[in-house]
């Protein structure tokens, strides 16, 4: 893929409930980085060859089997999106079609996404897809995510709870679990491979951590210009 793809989307999408493996979010975020979010009205079927699939999801080689392994689990995984009146529960991709002996496939992202990837106006995301494509945890892609929707704030607070439920972490009940295996390896794998550094901390009534206080900093002056234009 493209260093220069372009991921965009609606902030209630990516604050919403899912669960996708790491090789699952490379191909939904892959698809939303080939949409031009800003001018196009509805989605269309988006191709990719074979070796585009396999240096996507980072293997030698995807015969159809693999193809066809990975697209099926893809299918059936479903995003529950809440507003104020309505609780929306879809599929990410209405079709998948594979050609045989052609070494291609075309995926369809569902209808009911298009008001979170397309014509954004307000309190959307936008960030490279570079930067989360060489990610090896599939926490440290959503955190990242998080913190790039919070990233104009420079300082964002919530509690342990809300953070492990917007994650799909809930089974690192314990804080020092969830702190070890899931916030330490992804803000270090964020602070080495993303446009931002982040710093966090725990804050404290007694000896229960009550929220999370991340700091958040664009790496360098160019990365905070390419931040801007890409708003």
Same mark, same amino acid.
């Given at each position: 893929?493209?260093?220069?793809? @372009? ?7 990516? =604050? ?5 493996? !790491?090789?699952?979010?490379? #191909? ?26 396999? %240096?996507?999801?980072?293997? &030698?080689? =995807?015969? /159809? =089997? ?11 995984? #479903? ?11 879809? /599929?990410? !991709? ?15 992202? /569902? ?14 995301? =936008? ?5 989360? !494509? &060489? ?7 959503? !955190? ?10 420079? /300082? ?13 972490? %809930? ?44 700091? @958040? ?15």
């Amino acid at each position: 893929m493209k260093k220069n793809y @372009i991921v965009s989307k609606a902030n209630k999408l990516i =604050t919403s409930k899912y669960e996708l493996s !790491l090789q699952e979010q490379r #191909v939904i975020l892959a698809l939303v980085s080939m949409i031009d979010s800003k001018n196009q009205t509805q989605f269309y079927e988006y191709e990719m060859t074979s070796s585009e699939f396999a %240096e996507l999801l980072n293997v &030698q080689n =995807t015969n /159809h =089997t693999y193809l066809a392994k990975i697209t099926k689990q893809l299918m059936s995984k #479903v995003v529950e999106i809440k507003d104020e009146k309505r609780v929306i529960q879809v /599929h990410w !991709l209405s079709s998948c079609i594979y050609y045989k002996g052609q070494g291609k496939v075309k995926l369809e992202l /569902h209808r009911e996404l298009m008001p979170y990837l397309l014509q954004l106006k307000e309190q959307f995301t =936008t960030y490279y897809l570079s930067n989360v !494509l &060489q990610m090896k945890s599939k926490y440290s892609i959503r !955190l990242y995510e998080l913190l790039k929707a919070n990233q104009f704030k420079k /300082h964002f607070e919530l509690s342990p709870d809300d953070l492990r439920k917007m994650l799909n972490a %809930e089974k690192y009940d314990r804080y020092s679990n969830f702190n070890q295996k899931v916030l330490d390896l992804s803000i270090k794998e964020i602070n080495k491979k993303a446009d931002i550094v982040v710093v966090y901390k725990g804050k404290k009534i007694g000896n229960k951590v009550v929220s999370i206080i991340f700091d @958040i900093i664009a790496k360098s002056k160019l990365e905070q210009e390419l931040y801007g234009e890409i708003e």
